[in-house]
């Protein structure tokens, strides 16, 4: 008898398909376009909540925003990604605007005292942290890159205060380099579907390196923040608007809206 092809059992009892090697592969065309389509359907405004229910968030992530606004320019790139950190897409927004008055590049920043930057970047999380971390990152710019921020991974992470999500954020936003950016939304919106198992952001950032096509990595995070802000929420997701639903097992999901 004839072997039938794996990838012929789609459309089977999962979503997923099969390839040759016995492995599951998640349709990521399917996957992608319809977030894009229901992003568009937002309209224009990046700024408005759309939940519904008040406790949506903005739809445009805040670094995102501050990398428009500042033409791409990687100091402010950079630090705004560092005020992010922990920190409400509102606050970031105000605290990068006040910081980058004062601070438009490494020169003006190593000027102020940690007191002054503190006192410009709170209420951002961790503001005194986050202070100290920029001064020295400022003057390790300073020192060692002729005030310029590296477009390299490894240089990046060499910074203090920097991980794995600020330099891949960095990468994209500032440089339009390839880089995936997991937080917590892209987390757990990938295993709650069952697109993948991952235990750390690091680990889920490594199999999407392996299984999600280069040329969703840049948009990926922007997609799944604003989603897992808005509709597939932490605690009772909205399942019933959600537009993704035919490709999610909704793992350890006990309570839909
Ligand atoms: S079906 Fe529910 S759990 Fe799954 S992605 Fe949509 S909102 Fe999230």
């Keep these: 008898m004839a072997r039938v092809s794996p990838s012929k059992l789609w459309p089977c009892a999962s979503w997923k398909k099969i390839d040759m090697g016995g492995k599951s592969v998640v349709p990521w065309d ?30 445009e992530p805040s670094v995102t925003t501050v990398a428009e606004h500042y033409r791409r320019n990687p100091w402010a790139v950079l630090a705004s990604t560092i005020l992010s950190l922990r920190t409400k897409d509102e606050v970031t927004l105000e605290t990068s605007k006040r910081l980058l008055e004062k601070a438009p590049g490494p020169q003006e920043l190593s000027a102020l005292s940690e007191e002054t930057i503190a006192r410009l970047i709170y209420p951002a999380g961790f503001y005194r942290t986050k202070a100290a971390s920029l001064k020295k990152i400022a003057a390790i710019l300073l020192e060692q890159y002729g005030g310029e921020v590296p477009a390299s991974m490894d240089a990046l992470l060499a910074l203090p205060g920097v991980g794995r999500k600020t330099a891949n954020l960095v990468l994209i936003e500032a440089f339009d380099l390839p880089g995936i ?52 929420r932490p605690v009772s997701p909205y399942c019933s608007r959600c537009v993704i639903q035919a490709w999610c097992e909704k793992n350890g999901v006990t309570k839909t809206r």
């Design 30 to 59: 399917a996957i992608y376009a319809a977030l894009e389509k229901w992003r568009v359907s937002l309209g224009e405004n990046p700024q408005a909540e759309v939940s519904g229910d008040g406790g949506g968030q903005l739809r």
């Design 181 to 232: 950016c997991v937080d917590v939304h892209v987390r757990r919106i990938s295993n709650r579907a069952g697109w993948l198992r991952s235990k750390t952001p690091e680990e889920t950032e490594m199999i999407l390196r392996e299984i999600l096509p280069r040329k969703y990595w840049k948009g990926i995070n922007a997609l799944l923040v604003l989603y897992g802000q808005n509709l597939c």
